[in-house]
């Protein structure tokens, strides 16, 4: 298996490097068998009628993927929480759920966003409750586009506070919940995004691999190919 694993890359119209470095990197990839999105794929979303063209480009280069023959999955992140089943449909993929098991490298893995590790933050874990309860999203899908992209921007403005806020090491996951999800699931490997930190970690119940964000000047992927892993960075302006 040849697969290729991304996340946080915040795709909107504000980052149009990230765009073209996502369209380059999967021209260089073109023979990729397996695209994993752990989520925050874009700054935000707001639900799968949206007729942005952003959001048309991208399907449009997700769905020509999957009609090469890439499986495409996708994980919800904290920024795309309202990514639903008709995205994944749309462009031919599969929509994960929040916690996932994958063969990786000839091993079993957990794969996930990776905010719901960040136990220490109360705050966070009580929104994220909220946002994705049906009765919430059914409730927002109510709403124009306009009305939700506004609210989109807010909840932005608010996260941003926040975060200024609190310690790093708040934001960060919690060892104890890596742990027990491991154990859970009787499983030594776990890769996830959403902290901005890429590293290979070792502990006691296994490897924890996180992936890196994308910016303006360089993105990030883990790349399996048969049993190897490697956590590899590249410049978005070769």
Known sequence: MHRLFISDLHLSN???????????????????????????????WVGDDDDDPL??????????LSVAGCEILL?????????????????????????TLLEVAGAPAIVLHGDTLCTDDADYQQFRALVHSPDWQAEMMEKSLGERRELALQLRALSIDAASNKAEDIM?????????????HDISRMIHGHTHRPARHSTAAGERIVLGDWSAQQGWLLRENGADLTLEHFSLNP
Not at 55 to 64: F, T
Not at 77 to 99: E, H
Not at 172 to 184: G, T, W
């Open 172 to 184: 960060d996951v919690n060892a104890s919940a890596v742990a027990q999800l491991m154990s859970d």
């Open 55 to 64: 959001a048309e480009r991208i399907k449009d280069l997700l769905r020509q």
């Open 14 to 44: 504000q980052t149009p490097s990230i765009e073209t470095g996502l369209n380059d990197l999967m021209t260089r990839e073109r023979g990729v068998e397996s695209l994993v999105i752990l989520g925050d794929f874009f700054e935000a």
């Open 75 to 99: 994980c919800r992140g904290n920024r795309d929480f309202m990514l639903g089943q008709q995205f994944a449909a749309d462009v031919g993929g599969t929509l994960l759920a929040d916690v």
